[in-house]
């Protein structure tokens, strides 16, 4: 079975940091991401990486959010920094499996609130 599984999440000043993760199982995956969906909003793209590691950022977290992977570990990463109010979340790990037809697969999420 495939699963993504995130960690990482909690509560955090606004100005502070937090670092996601999310394991993947079951395959090894091409394109990863990270999504966010606010509360009573919908759910939106933060960024993307490559397998090899180019890179694609929403404008609201560019300069401030930092996603890479480890392929070996089949581990996505998610670093955030000078967090503010809004990027209030539920943060969910998203992965395309090496399989055919592709198919896209997404973790349950994890919570991130920023208190000011």
């Known amino acids: 079975q495939v699963q993504l599984q995130e960690s990482g999440g909690g509560l955090v000043q606004a100005g502070g940091s937090l670092r996601l993760s999310c394991v993947g199982s079951?395959?090894?995956?091409?394109?990863m991401a990270w999504y966010r969906q606010p509360p009573g909003k919908q759910r939106e793209l933060v960024a993307a990486?490559?397998?090899?590691?180019?890179?694609n950022y929403a404008d609201a977290v560019k300069g401030r959010f930092t996603i890479s992977r480890d392929n070996a570990k089949n581990t996505l990463f998610l670093q955030m920094n000078s967090l503010n109010v809004e990027d209030t979340a539920v943060y969910y790990c998203?992965?395309?499996?090496?399989?055919?037809?592709?198919?896209?697969?997404w973790g349950r999420g994890t919570q991130v609130t920023v208190s000011s």
């Open positions: 990486i490559a397998r090899l590691g180019s890179t």
């Open positions: 998203n992965a395309n499996a090496y399989e055919v037809p592709p198919r896209t697969y």
């Open positions: 079951g395959s090894t995956f091409s394109g």
